[in-house]
């Protein structure tokens, strides 16, 4: 991950500078094509990096920190466009056209070789300080990246006690280990005041967890680790594309307004200026920025996801009617302006805690890293963004592209309500499963998955029988039987609990 991560990074920044010597539109589209596959390679895998380091509800904070950055970054180029479009003019090829021209620096030129700059620079050092888990954390001390080792495994292994006891996936039990079948048995509840602790505060690392560590059937603080059983799970879960679906609706503003804000702003203003346009993104992003890190701070501190995004969804239809709702006269210019800037507060909530939520219910780093890609396909909503706001719609405000944004948040809002409700029933079915099983089958399925309960997988054996039909592929015959063997793992396991 650690090289994956800056080496996207470096090349989407020479794909960006190299927009400077564009001059067919073949070679705008392949480098656009180009930019658009690194920077679906790099949101996923960063993030899912990222959870390598971070117990589950004090991710969500610091993945704000991270996606706000493209709301800091909107905000930081319409800054840096002021300044470019100020200080190089735009040279026009006027009537004749100007034998020169190529020998001037076009503003867009000057920007584009600047911003890729930047990203080249910022990926070449990320070379050197992104360690590759908390174990190899050059920054700390051998003490600490032990203590920090821990309470994240420790974390991740209480989250599979609460299915078992009744709780919150969060809490925490004293047990003891039998040596003969290497089983937890619990013994008491750790008392109810480590409930108000902080997470980061409230002594992750007793006993009982680091025991409970025994029972993760993976290192969740290592970057590497891919099975066949990882990648079935992953795409066979109903809830990834739930999710999916649910962030493609949610994120259409977010493309939207990252292409299209300055098109949208233009008519707000007296005359067509396009440095000052461009100085006018700055305020929504720098609201979207602020009310996300709130957002994902009440998220983390009350261990709750799906609510912060239904608030936030909420503040983005808030932004949406008001933008609908008001006249596109000049006149209505200022309230047209505020309403948009409660828009673009609502726009980045759900996508992260999204991506939160499904870091935190994903306790085996190689499924959580695929996941996350297939949540990545989130990017799609770049493309409904472009066919909604296309050009005949500017002379109206583009409010026809506004009206059916609106539709599209209202659908994932009630997306994520059903969401909602559907982890409430799974999580009570899972309790009452684990009342009828006796205590071992219950330790046999928290430690590798072998509860009494039978794994499901008449499709994948009819596929591993079809395929033995095949020589040339008996190797993908094996994988599948890889996929399938063994027991539950992960959030699959009867006595996880999902967080909402």
Aim: charged letters at 20%; a negative charge; proline letters at 5%.
């Amino acid at each position: 991950m650690v090289r994956w991560v800056p080496t996207c990074m470096l090349l989407w920044g020479v794909a960006t500078a190299l927009h400077v010597w564009v001059r067919r539109r073949w070679e705008l589209f392949v480098l656009r094509g180009v930019i658009g596959c690194l920077e679906a390679g790099f949101y996923p895998v960063t993030v899912s990096y990222l959870s390598l380091f971070y117990t589950r509800f004090e991710f969500g904070r610091r993945l704000s920190l991270f996606y706000g950055q493209a709301a800091v970054g909107g905000a930081l180029g319409g800054i840096i466009s002021y300044f470019v479009f100020t200080a190089f003019p735009h040279h026009d090829h006027g009537g004749e056209g100007d034998p020169d021209l190529d020998k001037k620096w076009q503003s867009w030129q000057v920007l584009f070789l600047f911003e890729g700059g930047l990203t080249m620079i910022t990926a070449v050092v990320g070379y050197f300080w992104l360690p590759h888990s908390v174990e190899t954390a050059w920054f700390l001390t051998p003490e600490q990246r032990k203590y920090a080792s821990e309470r994240v495994i420790a974390d991740r292994a209480a989250q599979t006690e609460a299915a078992t006891h009744g709780q919150e996936t969060d809490d925490v039990h004293d047990g003891e280990l039998d040596e003969e079948s290497g089983l937890l048995t619990p013994t008491k509840d750790v008392d109810e005041q480590d409930q108000e602790h902080d997470e980061e505060q409230r002594g992750l690392l007793n006993s009982s967890q680091v025991r409970s560590a025994a029972s993760v059937d993976k290192e969740v603080t290592n970057e590497q680790g891919l099975s066949p059983h990882d990648v079935v799970s992953a795409f066979t879960s109903p809830k990834i594309w739930h999710i999916l679906v649910c962030n493609i609706l949610s994120a259409i503003p977010v493309y939207a307004f990252q292409v299209f804000l300055p098109l949208v702003l233009a008519p707000l203003t007296d005359t067509p200026n396009p440095a000052l346009v461009n100085l006018m993104t700055a305020p929504p992003y720098i609201c979207g920025a602020i009310t996300l890190y709130l957002f994902a701070s009440y998220s983390d501190k009350h261990r709750k996801r799906i609510l912060p995004i239904l608030c936030g969804l909420a503040l983005l239809l808030l932004g949406l009617t008001l933008v609908v709702a008001l006249p596109t006269s000049k006149g209505w210019a200022i309230p047209r302006y505020i309403a948009l800037n409660v828009l673009l507060s609502g726009c980045f909530i759900a996508s992260p805690l999204t991506v939160a939520w499904i870091s935190g219910n994903t306790p085996s780093p190689g499924k959580r890293a695929l996941l996350l890609g297939i949540n990545g396909w989130g990017n799609l909503a770049g493309v409904l963004s472009a066919l909604l706001f296309r050009p005949k719609y500017a002379k109206s405000g583009y409010i026809v592209p506004f009206w059916w944004t609106l539709v599209c948040v209202g659908v994932a809002a009630t997306g994520y309500v059903l969401f909602w409700k559907y982890l409430q029933v799974e999580n009570a079915n899972r309790r009452q499963i684990l009342q009828e099983w006796s205590a071992y089958d219950i330790e046999k399925e928290r430690v590798d998955g072998r509860g009494p309960l039978e794994r499901d997988h008449q499709m994948l054996k009819w596929a591993t029988l079809r395929l033995r039909g095949f020589e040339r592929l008996q190797w993908a015959a094996e994988w599948l039987e890889q996929a399938v063997e063994g027991g539950r793992e992960g959030d699959e396991k009867i006595t996880f609990q999902y967080g909402l």
